[in-house]
């Protein structure tokens, strides 16, 4: 297949069933797996759409200054297509960023504004998007995407992945799991499932720690899922369940997906694997479950996939996230 540029790169990424880590012999776990797009997660969706957009609405004009507050996927994502399209781009991190996130927003030609205060929890989320708030208001020609309450975010899902997973199974899936962060993605993706195939189920999958769907606020080092506030783009009426993951259980799945399956995968894929495993677990047999994975795990080499990072923020692997899983 040969394509025009990068950006038609963006979408139909590869469906794959699990064989090792399920147990039951009658239910299928299939994962979506997003880090096959050309920035490396479902974000780059998101990324063209809303620019896309702001282009037609007249928001960014030609040579202006996209700024936006992200923990790294979206970041990267805006970095490819504003530097394809002509734009400046300034992402807005913080020092919770892993040293491979940084470098790839550079060398996408992106600059870097480094945010130091963090609430009481250890959160920098406030303070990321006050300052991105601040620096739209202040830079001339500067446009501000606002990923949290932008509903581009969630139609970007809805007009591609949702559309691809209904064209792979059409009515033949039980349950959808979806990770949870600025809730564009199980936004999207659950508003247009639940039209082509209206017997779906959706599970939202948020970190411990998180207060997304009301949890109390905590320590988390997953990146990309949970969040510090409820994000506007969360619509309360299509998700079915929600279920809880910890770093820790979710770290575990995330290296087991390499060890036994050949997936090399971030953490929230783990977490969105691991809160599958749990809901086969607790269905009848028989059923059909499909987990977003929403990034890869190269991005993770010095976190996540470090013994030496585990244990500076102790963090301990159980030996199994529930009794039916074993450890090779
Ligand atoms: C690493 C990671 N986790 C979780 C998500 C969840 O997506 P959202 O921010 O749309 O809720 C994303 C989105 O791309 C992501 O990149």
Same mark, same amino acid.
């Given at each position: ?78 970095? !490819? ?7 400046? !781009? ?6 919770? &960023? ?12 992106a #600059?870097?504004? !480094? ?11 406030? +303070? ?13 020609? =500067?446009?501000?995407?606002? #990923? ?8 970007? *899902?809805?007009?591609s992945?949702a ?20 809730? $564009?993605? &199980? +936004?999207?993706?659950? =508003? ?14 948020d970190?411990? $720690? /998180?207060?997304?769907f009301?949890g ?9 899922i ?7 783009n969360?619509?309360? /009426?299509? *998700? ?11 770290? *575990? &799945?995330?290296? #087991? ?9 971030? $953490?929230?894929?783990? =977490? ?18 499909? =987990? ?10 010095s ?7 585990? /244990?500076?923020?102790?963090i301990?692997?159980? +030996? ?9």
């Amino acid at each position: 297949m040969i394509y025009e540029n990068a950006l038609e790169l963006i979408g139909n990424t590869p469906v794959v069933k699990l064989k090792h880590l399920v147990q039951s012999e009658n239910s299928e776990l299939f994962v979506k797996l997003e880090g096959f797009n050309p920035g490396g997660s479902s974000k780059d969706r998101v990324a063209k759409r809303i620019i896309e957009f702001a282009e037609k609405n007249g928001q960014l004009k030609p040579n202006g200054t996209i700024v936006e507050s992200s923990s790294g996927n979206l970041a990267i994502g805006l970095a !490819m297509v504003a530097k394809m399209k002509g734009y400046k !781009m300034i992402c807005v991190v913080d020092p919770k &960023i892993s040293k491979v996130n940084l470098n790839l927003i550079k060398a996408f030609g992106a #600059q870097v504004h !480094m945010v130091e205060k963090a609430d009481e929890h250890g959160n920098y989320l406030k +303070t990321r998007l006050a300052t991105a708030q601040l620096l739209e208001r202040t830079i001339e020609g =500067a446009y501000w995407p606002n #990923q949290y309450n932008n509903p581009e975010n969630p139609r970007a *899902y809805m007009e591609s992945l949702a559309r691809e997973i209904h064209s792979d199974f059409q009515d033949t899936l039980d349950w959808i799991v979806c990770p949870v962060g600025t809730a $564009g993605l &199980i +936004t999207g993706v659950a =508003a247009e499932m639940k039209k082509l195939s209206p017997s779906v189920k959706i599970l939202a999958v948020d970190a411990v $720690g /998180s207060v997304i769907f009301g949890g109390q606020p905590g320590p988390r080092r997953l990146l990309g899922i949970g969040n510090a506030i409820v994000p506007g783009n969360l619509d309360k /009426s299509l *998700y079915d369940d929600v279920s809880y993951v910890n770093d820790a259980d979710a770290f *575990y &799945i995330t290296r #087991q997906l390499v060890l036994q399956e050949g997936l090399l995968v971030g $953490g929230s894929s783990g =977490a969105a694997v691991c809160a599958a495993l749990r809901l086969l677990d607790d269905l009848a047999e028989g059923q059909r479950v499909l =987990a977003i994975l929403p990034d890869r795990g190269d991005r993770y080499y010095s976190t996540i996939f470090s013994d030496e990072w585990m /244990s500076q923020h102790d963090i301990t692997l159980p +030996t199994s996230i529930y009794k039916s899983i074993s450890i090779n």
